[in-house]
């Protein structure tokens, strides 16, 4: 499984040590849910992250604030990536089993 979005790059408030994310649409959160994987901690999915020429992987995370899963987009892709904060970043994401 392969999946390809768009989304605003948003700094978590309620730590000061700046943990930015993306939201992952509804429509493909609600496909990740529905994946047969082994349960993991905090209900999180490994995932292969790909942005722009950076690949990462890495952990995908249920939120309910946020009615969807939510991707950690490290300093180390944003500085390689020259992405500004609050930036509109391409995402391609694969479910690791």
């Known amino acids: 499984m ?3 979005f768009s989304a605003r790059l948003w700094q978590w408030q309620a730590r000061t ?5 993306v939201t992952v649409p509804p429509e493909l959160s609600d496909e ?9 901690g905090f209900g999180s999915i490994k ?8 690949r990462w992987e890495t952990s995908v995370f249920p939120s309910d604030e ?6 950690p987009v490290k300093k180390a892709v944003r500085k390689a990536e020259s992405i500004a904060d609050g930036a509109t970043i391409d995402v ?6």
């Open 47 to 54: 995932v292969r992250v790909t942005v722009g020429r950076t």
């Open 66 to 71: 946020q009615q969807g899963y939510v991707l």
């Open 32 to 40: 990740l849910a529905e994946l047969p994987l082994p349960p993991r």
């Open 92 to 97: 391609v994401l694969e479910p690791v089993r």
């Open 17 to 21: 040590d700046s943990w930015w994310f």
């Open 2 to 4: 392969r999946l390809t």
